[in-house]
C-alpha cells in the first residue's frame, strides 16, 4: 500500500468522533462508579439519603463536565 | 398489566421500524431535494444572529429584525438588520452615510467596491473573509435575550421585595414564597460553608446574582419559541466574561497565605517549592477557564443533542422516525431542566470555594 493511499484511508477516520467516544466511556466509568457508590453508601445509612443523592448529582455533573470538555474539543478539530 | 402495556408498546416500536425502512426507501427514489446540512442547521441554532429567526414559512423566513449598532471610521451608524433581508453571503449591500456593509456569516463587513459573482466579499487562501470589519456593538439575539432575562429578573426580585415590605411579620407572601428558599440555600449551604461566617455576606449579593442570572438564561434557553431560545450561556463569551469576574474578585480578595501558597508553598522541600510553583501559578488562571468551559459546553451540549434528536427525522426522510425522536428529545430536555439547575448551583458554589480559598486564614503551618 503505497504512502498516499494510507494517508488517504486515514483522512476517512473520523478521529473527533472517536474521541468523543472515548470520553464518554471515560464519563461513563467515573458516573457508574459515584452512582455505585452513593447507592452503596444509601443502603448502608438510609437516613443520610438526601445529602448523599445531592452531592452525588453534584458529582456526576463534574464527571460529565469533563466528558463535555472533551466534546467541544473534538468540535474544534474537526 | 404493566407488563402487557410495555409488550404492546415494544412491539408497535419494532414493527413502525419496519415502516420506517420502506419508507425510506420509496422517499429516496424520487427526493430531488437538496441535502438537509445537520451541521449547518444546528451550529446555526446555537450561535448569535443579527436578527432573530422565528420559522420558515412557504420558503420565506420569517424574523423579528433587531437593531444593528457600528462604530464606523465615520463615527456611529445604525439601521435595522431586516435591511440585509435575511441575506448572509455578503451579496446585498446596506449603504448608510456613504459607507456600505455587507453580512457574511453574522459577521458585518464593509463591502468590497466590486461584486465578485454577486458577492462583495474577498476571502483569503483559508477562505476566511479578508475585509475589513468595524466594530459591532449590535443588540444581537443573544443580547436581546439578556435583555428579557434582565427584566424578567428585576420584575421576580421586584415583586419579591414589594411582598415582604407587605407582609407584617416577615413571612414571604406571593412570589417571595418561591424566591426565599433559593436564597436561603445559596446563603446557607454554598456561601456560609465555603467563604465562612466572618466574610460570607460581602459575597453573598454577587453570588446570588451568578446563580439567579445564569440559571434564567439558560432556562429561557430550554424554551423552543421567539422570545426566548437564545442560546445564551451556550455562548463563550458570556460564561466567559462571568468567570472573569469570579477571576477579578478572586485574586482582589486574596490574601498573602493564599499567593504564599501558590509561589512558596509552606511544609514542602525546597525543589518541590520550585516545581509546584509554576503548576500553582497556573492554576490561577485554570480555575476561571474551566468555569467558563464548563458551562459553555454544558448548555452548548444540550442544544445540540436535541437538535441533533430532531434532526433524525430529516436525515432519515421518514415521518415514521417521528415518535422516537420525539419522545427521546422530550426526555432530553426534562433531564435537561435538572442540569441547568445543576449548572448554575455548581457555578455559585465554585466561585464561592475560589473566593474562600482565598481568603482562608492558615492559623498552622502544614
Given at each position: ?78 | ?69 457600528l462604530w464606523t471610521n465615520d463615527g456611529l451608524v445604525t439601521f435595522?438588520?431586516?435591511e ?9 449591500v446596506v449603504e448608510k452615510g456613504g459607507q456600505k456593509f455587507i ?7 464593509y463591502a468590497n467596491d ?6 462583495y ?11 475589513v470589519?468595524p ?232
Open positions: 500500500m503505497s504512502l498516499a493511499l494510507l494517508q488517504e484511508a486515514v483522512s476517512y477516520v473520523p478521529f473527533a468522533a472517536i474521541g468523543a467516544g472515548l470520553a464518554a466511556i471515560g464519563a461513563g466509568i467515573g458516573i457508574g462508579k459515584i452512582g455505585g457508590s452513593a447507592m452503596e453508601a444509601m443502603a448502608r445509612q438510609p437516613e443520610m439519603q438526601g445529602k448523599l443523592q445531592g452531592s452525588a448529582i453534584v458529582l456526576i455533573a463534574f464527571v460529565e463536565a469533563v466528558a463535555l470538555f472533551a466534546v467541544v474539543v473534538s468540535l474544534i478539530a474537526k | 398489566m404493566q407488563i402487557n402495556t410495555f409488550k404492546t408498546l415494544l412491539l408497535g416500536l419494532l414493527l413502525s421500524l419496519s415502516f420506517v425502512v420502506k419508507a425510506n426507501e420509496s422517499i429516496e427514489e424520487k427526493s430531488d431535494e437538496k441535502d438537509f446540512n445537520v451541521t449547518d442547521m444546528i451550529m446555526h441554532h446555537i450561535k448569535d444572529a443579527h436578527d432573530f429567526h422565528i420559522m420558515d414559512w412557504d420558503g420565506h423566513a420569517i424574523s423579528f429584525p433587531l437593531p444593528v449598532i435595522m438588520s431586516s440585509f433581508h435575511h441575506n448572509d453571503d455578503g451579496t446585498i453580512k457574511f456569516h453574522e459577521e458585518i463587513y466590486e461584486a465578485d459573482h454577486g458577492s466579499v474577498s476571502f483569503d487562501p483559508e477562505h476566511h473573509p479578508t475585509n470589519a466594530l459591532d456593538f449590535s443588540i444581537t439575539k443573544l443580547v436581546f435575550s439578556m435583555f428579557m432575562s434582565m427584566i424578567l429578573l428585576l420584575l421576580i426580585f421586584g415583586f419579591s421585595a414589594r411582598a415582604y415590605n407587605r407582609s407584617e411579620n416577615g413571612v414571604p407572601t406571593g412570589i417571595a414564597k418561591f424566591t426565599e428558599p433559593l436564597i436561603v440555600f445559596i446563603r446557607d449551604e454554598v456561601a456560609i460553608p465555603n467563604i465562612g461566617e466572618k466574610h460570607y455576606k460581602r459575597f453573598l449579593p454577587f453570588l446570588l446574582t451568578l446563580f439567579f442570572f445564569i440559571w434564567i438564561n439558560n432556562i429561557m434557553g430550554l424554551i423552543p419559541f421567539f422570545p426566548f431560545s437564545g442560546n445564551l450561556s451556550g455562548n463563550i463569551a458570556f460564561t466567559g466574561v462571568l468567570a472573569l469576574i469570579t477571576f477579578i474578585i478572586t485574586t482582589f480578595v486574596a490574601n498573602k497565605d493564599y499567593w504564599k501558597h501558590i509561589f512558596w508553598m509552606p511544609g514542602v522541600p525546597v525543589p518541590m517549592k520550585l516545581f509546584l510553583a509554576p503548576i500553582e501559578f497556573m492554576g490561577i488562571f485554570i480555575k476561571p477557564i474551566s468555569l467558563m468551559i464548563r458551562l459553555f459546553a454544558n448548555i452548548s451540549a444540550g442544544h445540540i443533542i436535541v437538535l441533533s434528536l430532531i434532526s433524525l427525522i430529516f436525515i432519515a426522510k421518514s415521518i415514521w422516525i417521528a415518535p422516537a425522536s420525539v419522545i427521546f428529545s422530550v426526555f432530553i430536555s426534562v433531564i435537561e431542566v435538572l442540569v441547568v439547575a445543576i449548572q448554575a448551583y455548581i457555578f455559585t458554589m465554585l466561585t464561592a470555594l475560589y473566593i474562600g480559598s482565598a481568603m482562608e486564614e492558615h492559623e498552622h503551618e502544614h
